[in-house]
């Protein structure tokens, strides 16, 4: 029987890093978590999901700005982030490319063998390696040391932790895809 909101059914099958599997139709646009029968919960990231789920706007802009993507067309988004992490973390995220089935509401999903709050931990790690990266090829040793100095006084989970608590996903950012 057809689920609501996917007609055609659950659609693909996504074999996820713990070794269970779930159908695309099960995830719908709204989950940033998805409680699997292996009895974790795997975080959930969707192409439609914003950049700012994981860092302030003004810093999407930035890395927008910053960033130059291979395909001229497409901004600095969610698709890079997650590509950066599956760089990174190949064994822990499973990804689906579901563009052949209009009914989900997205095109590309990633579920990861972490939760959802190490996810983010781990986005943030990895968006502060990239902007290390682009201050070095500045080859301003003065911003260089500002960068590294400010860097030091930066707390990761700290960041997370206040960010999830204030990050308000109805905001002018977060509209519909």
């Known amino acids: 029987m057809a689920e609501p ?3 055609g059914g659950d659609g693909a099958t996504l074999d996820l890093p713990c070794g269970e599997s779930v159908a695309t139709g099960k995830l719908d646009m709204g989950m940033r978590e998805y409680d699997c ?16 789920r994981f860092v302030p706007e003004f810093l999407v802009d ?16 969610t698709l890079h982030i997650m590509g950066v992490v599956m760089e990174e973390f190949p064994e822990e995220v499973a990804s689906e490319d579901v563009a052949e089935n209009p009914d989900l509401g997205y095109a590309m ?3 990861t063998d972490f939760d959802s709050r190490r996810l983010h931990e781990v986005v943030v790690e990895l968006i502060v390696e ?3 990266h682009a201050v070095s090829h500045a080859e301003d040793d003065e ?10 006084n930066f707390d990761v989970p700290t960041f997370v932790e206040q960010y999830r608590k204030e990050r308000d996903f109805s905001g002018p950012h977060d509209r519909p895809a």
């Open 5 to 7: 909101r996917v007609p």
């Open 37 to 52: 029968d292996c009895g974790e919960s795997h975080a959930v990231v969707m192409d439609v999901h914003p950049p700012s």
């Open 62 to 77: 930035i890395l927008r700005e910053t960033i130059d993507t291979t395909d001229e067309n497409v901004e600095f988004g």
């Open 109 to 111: 999903v990633w579920v």
């Open 130 to 132: 990239l902007m290390e």
């Open 143 to 152: 911003a260089m040391s500002q960068f590294e100095a400010d860097m030091l």
